[in-house]
């Protein structure tokens, strides 16, 4: 984890592969997804994160795709003369 402080913001940066949590907070992952990178203002608190795997965070359900075949229907337009 990477943790670059500038005069107005501080950017924490995941390494590749991993999303940040942030800690003290149970269902982080439920309200801000899963950021591999989070840009704070020094205006105000910025909280502690730790880092995670993205592959241990899939979980069994979301790893089985179904895939829907869908036939696409074709259709003629005919024009009628007269």
């Not at 800690?23 to 801000?32: H, V, Y």
Request: net charge neutral; glycine share 4%.
């Amino acid at each position: 984890m990477r943790k670059d402080t500038f005069q107005y913001e501080t950017i924490i940066t995941a390494e590749r592969g991993k999303f940040l949590k942030i800690l003290g907070l149970e269902n982080s992952e439920e309200l801000i997804g899963k950021p591999e990178r989070i840009i704070f203002s020094n205006k105000g608190v910025i909280p502690e994160c730790e880092e995670k795997d993205l592959e241990s965070a899939i979980e069994p359900e979301e790893q089985l795709v179904e895939e829907k075949q869908t036939k696409k229907k074709t259709t003629k337009k005919t024009t009628k003369s007269k």
